[in-house]
T-cell receptor, first 110, second 114 residues
Framework: DAKTTQPNSMESNEEEPVHLPCNHS???????IHWYRQLPSQGPEYVIH???SNVNNRMASLAIAEDRKSSTLILHRATLRDAAVYYC???????????FGSGTQLTVLP | NAGVTQTPKFRVLKTGQSMTLLCAQD?????MYWYRQDPGMGLRLIHY???????AKGEVPDGYNVSRLKKQNFLLGLESAAPSQTSVYFC?????????????FGPGTRLTVT
C-alpha cells in the first residue's frame, strides 16, 4: 500500500489559515487522497477527499500537487475547535478499507 | 438519526474473561468496520464487513471474532481477553455506492484488561 508522511505536530494561531502537508510519493493513479481528523476523546470524522483537482467544502480545502506526490489540507481560519489529529490517507476508488497512520497533531493557540 | 452508536462506552475485564462490543448504525450502510486505537497511535483495522452475513480480516484480527447477522449491527467479540487488548475500540460504517468514501465513526469503547 502507498504510504503517507506527515509532520508529527504543528501549531497555528486562532483565526489564521493553517496548511497541513502530506507527502505520498508512491501514490498510484487510482489512489484517492482522504483527510480525516480526530478531536480529543472522539472518533475520527471525515474532512475531505480528492483525486487530482483541488477540492473545497465547508470544512476545508484540499490542494493536490500536479504530480500528485503531495497534498495540503487548508483550514482557512483556524478555531480552537480545530485542534485535533489530522490524518492523510490514501485509498483507491474501490478500496473498502482505509489505513490510518499516526497523523499530525494540530494545536491552535488563542 | 443516531448515526453510529457503540455499547458499552467503558469496560474493565480481567484476563481470560470474554465480552462482546456492539456497534449499531441507522444509515443503512453496507460496510462496517472495527478499529482499535492504542495510546498515541493511529487506528488499526481489526475486521470489517461488506454486507450482512459477510466478514473479513483487517490488519490486526488475532484474538477477535466478529459477526454481522443484521445489516445494522456489527459485533466484536473477545473470547479470552488479554492485557494487550487494552485499547479504545471504534466502529465505523460506510455506504458502498460509487463515489462514496466517507466513513462515519462511533464514539468509541474504552476497554481495559487487567
Amino acid at each position: 500500500d502507498a504510504k503517507t508522511t506527515q509532520p508529527n505536530s504543528m501549531e497555528s494561531n486562532e483565526e489564521e489559515p493553517v496548511h497541513l502537508p502530506c507527502n505520498h510519493s508512491t501514490i498510484s493513479g487510482t489512489d484517492y487522497i482522504h483527510w480525516y481528523r480526530q478531536l480529543p476523546s472522539q472518533g475520527p470524522e471525515y474532512v475531505i477527499h480528492g483525486l487530482t483537482s483541488n477540492v473545497n467544502n465547508r470544512m476545508a480545502s484540499l490542494a493536490i500537487a500536479e504530480d500528485r506526490k503531495s497534498s495540503t489540507l487548508i483550514l482557512h481560519r483556524a478555531t480552537l475547535r480545530d485542534a485535533a489529529v489530522y490524518y492523510c490517507i490514501l485509498g483507491s476508488g474501490s478500496a473498502r478499507q482505509l489505513t490510518f497512520g499516526s497523523g499530525t497533531q494540530l494545536t491552535v493557540l488563542p | 438519526n443516531a448515526g453510529v452508536t457503540q455499547t458499552p462506552k467503558f469496560r474493565v475485564l480481567k484476563t481470560g474473561q470474554s465480552m462482546t462490543l456492539l456497534c449499531a448504525q441507522d444509515m443503512n450502510h453496507e460496510y462496517m468496520y472495527w478499529y482499535r486505537q492504542d495510546p498515541g497511535m493511529g487506528l488499526r483495522l481489526i475486521h470489517y464487513s461488506v454486507g450482512e452475513g459477510t466478514t473479513a480480516k483487517g490488519e490486526v484480527p488475532d484474538g477477535y471474532n466478529v459477526s454481522r447477522l443484521k445489516k445494522q449491527n456489527f459485533l466484536l467479540g473477545l473470547e479470552s481477553a488479554a492485557p494487550s487488548q487494552t485499547s479504545v475500540y471504534f466502529c465505523a460504517s460506510r455506504y458502498s455506492g460509487r463515489g462514496s468514501y466517507e466513513q462515519y465513526f462511533g464514539p468509541g469503547t474504552r476497554l481495559t484488561v487487567t
